[in-house]
Every structure is written in C-alpha cells, then in structure tokens.
C-alpha cells in the first residue's frame, strides 16, 4: 500500500474525525488570557458516569478546540484548537497546539481555564498534545514544523459529506519546555520521525522510559515503540488496518488503542498486555484482547488511574450524538467486561481522559448552542455511586 497523505472517512466517520481535528491559537497580541468563563451545561436527565458538566473553552474564542489532557498535577490543560480570526481574515487552515492553566475555585472543583499560550509555529499543523510524567513543564506534541505540502486541507469536501483528515508525512512528534516554548520551530526538538512519513498520536510511559506512537511509514497505521534510553525502535502492532491512538495503562504494563482492523471504518477497541525483554525493554505484545466488535465506530480509549476502568467514545446512539462509555475489565478477560454509558446529552461527545487522581473526566462536545468542538470537564461518577 502506497504511504498515506489523507484519507476519506464515509459519513459513518465524519463526526469523529472532525471532532478529532482541533487545535487552537492564541491572541493575536499573544498577551496573557483572563480565566474562561465555565458554563455549567444543563442536562435532560442526570448523566450515568459525570455530573456539573461544565464548557471550558468557548466559541467567541476558538472555531473548535479538542483532544485535551491533563498534566499530572492536573495544573494545566494541553489542547488543539483553530482561533477565531481577526476581522477581514480567514481561519487558520491546519492546527495548533496550546497549553494552559486550569482554574479552581474555593472547594476545588475546576471552574474555568487561564493563560492560554501557543506552542506550535505559525503555519503548522499539530495535533496529540502530552504531558511528560516526571518532568514538570515538558510537553510533547505531533507537528509539521513548517507548512505541511499535503495538497488536501482536512475537513468536509466541497459537494460531499465526507470529511477528509490529512496525515502530512511531514508529522514529527517533537518535545519542547514551557518555560522557554515560544511558538517558533527554535524551541521545538524532534524526538520521532524523520519527516518523510507521518508520525504522531504519541505519549509517555509513565516512568518517561518509553515513548508509544502511531506511524505511517509501512503505508498502514501502526504502533511503534522507542526506548529513549537506548533509542531502541520497535513496531508492536502491526495487524492490518489502522491500529492508532494508543496510550499506556496507568501500571504501564498493557496499552490500549483502537483498530480499524476488518478495514470498514468501524474502529473497534483494544488492549494488550506488553511483552518486556530482560533488560526492561518492550519487546512486543501480548494477550490482544477486542474490547467491541458491533456495527458501530469506538474509538479514543482511555484508562482510568485504577488501571481496571477505560472509557472510550461510540457511534451507538447515532453518528450526530457520539457518547461516552466505559467498561470495567474483568480479572479474567476471558469474560466480558461491564459497560454502561457515561455521558448523556443532545450533541457529541469525545475524546475522554482523566484526571491523575480519577475523580474528573475531561472531553470533546458539541453540547452548546452552535455545535462547534469545545473543551467541556466533569466530576467522574463511580458504578454504583449515588446520583
């Protein structure tokens, strides 16, 4: 198969990959920004698994902001998101990536977001922001550097309703301290991928030893490991179809991710116990076990602190309203996992992660007036806790 520049989802896929998309900017003048005002979001009926939902970022500001995470002192937010633009000009075409700090009130509870800074260079296009686990204040992201030369922007194609997300070879995962990131390419330090084939979709071990990432350079997506140790470099899925978004079980010990592995657009999710050689590095995977297999696409997994709970986004309810769910692993996992839902509103909601200490569940929604992707954050409701 020839190396990918872009692909087109069918309609089954137009929701989630256009709420995949998203990176932000900041102010033009880049002067610090006021706290966000949080909305808090009204809902029909109380929601299964999170409850005071609350918006984060806001459409005066950004186009569309998403695929966010926390630091692991759960000060701050790394997101992607298109600014509005100054008037008389046109919207950025790709993605940019942004940090800031998140706001809390006298109890705790995480009202708004401060200080939004741009990280990525003018031009680029970025996505897949991380947080390094022992080193405050470095991050990790996916990006172009410069303007990316894939010819097809992404988004929805004129006279269709398929929506196109673009893989520029160019797609570097590059590292850059926030203490001296200035929104150039001087502060940034390629840590993955050589340029002539997309690498992204990367995070950390939680020990910092190992970086896991998402690579096109067979022509298909793939998992990769690199041990930034011995700078070891090592596929460890390489089934056919799509294998991408993975990230690593709080133990570190298994990963999960999604797969488009029966090539119908239908992603289905995954996990894996991870295989280590003598010396402590990963050798490959094993004990691959499907977590769904319907008719619909499941995608965006992500662990829970505990290690025993993942939550993921599903087309189930509808391809217009993508909802959260959660499954809780079985000691043995040749039984099936409890699943309920989680989340519960009119309007798409994606992409969830957690807190470090479990008790909040950051994501992506289209649960305003508007529909557009933005930042929304809640308290984490446990299976059989009070509503």
């Not at 610090?32 to 909305?39: D, E, G, L, N, V």
């Not at 459409?59 to 692991?72: I, M, T, V």
């Amino acid at each position: 198969m020839p190396t990918r520049t872009s692909v087109v989802f069918p309609s089954a896929l137009a929701v989630a990959a256009a709420l995949a998309a998203c990176s932000i900017q900041a102010k033009p003048d880049g002067a610090p920004s006021a706290p966000a005002a949080a909305a808090t979001v009204p809902a029909a009926t109380a929601e299964p698994g999170v409850f005071g939902a609350r918006q984060l970022t806001f459409p005066d500001r950004f186009l569309k902001a998403g695929e966010a995470y926390f630091s692991p002192d759960m000060s701050r937010i790394i997101f992607q998101a298109i600014e509005v633009p100054a008037v008389g000009q046109d919207p950025d075409e790709f993605y940019a990536m942004f940090v800031c700090d998140t706001v809390r009130d006298g109890a705790g509870a995480i009202t708004g977001v401060a200080n939004i800074r741009r990280l990525s260079p003018k031009g680029s296009a970025n996505t897949c922001g991380w947080f390094h686990p022992t080193k405050p204040g470095t991050v990790l992201f996916a990006s172009t550097i410069g303007a990316p030369t894939a010819q097809n922007a992404p988004g929805y194609q004129r006279g269709t309703s398929r929506y196109r997300w673009a893989f520029p070879p160019e797609t570097r995962i590059v590292e850059t301290d926030l203490a001296t990131a200035d929104g150039t390419a001087a502060s940034l330090r390629v840590i993955e991928g050589d340029g002539k084939a997309y690498a992204a979709e990367g995070s950390w071990s939680p020990d910092g030893r190992f970086l896991l990432f998402c690579s096109l350079e067979s022509g298909d997506g793939d998992l990769w490991i690199r041990d930034l140790k011995t700078g070891a470099r090592r596929a460890i899925v390489t089934a056919p179809g799509y294998d991408g978004g993975p990230f690593f079980s709080p133990c570190g010990k298994r990963i999960c991710y999604r797969s488009d592995r029966n090539r119908d657009n239908l992603l289905q999710v995954f996990i894996a116990d991870l295989v280590f050689d003598a010396d402590g590095s990963i050798a490959g995977i094993e004990n691959e076990t499907q977590l769904t297999a319907n008719d619909h696409v499941n995608w965006c997994p992500f662990f829970r602190p505990d290690g025993k709970t993942l939550v993921y986004a599903s087309s189930e309810i509808g391809h217009r309203n993508y909802e959260i769910f959660e499954v809780v692993l079985p000691a043995d996992m040749t039984q099936a996992p409890a699943r309920r839902r989680v989340t519960e509103a009119d309007g798409a909601d994606v992409l969830p992660v957690f807190s470090s200490d479990g008790a909040w569940l950051l994501w992506t929604g289209q649960r305003h007036e508007g529909r557009s992707s933005q930042l929304y954050v809640g308290r984490y409701r446990d299976q059989g806790a009070a509503k």
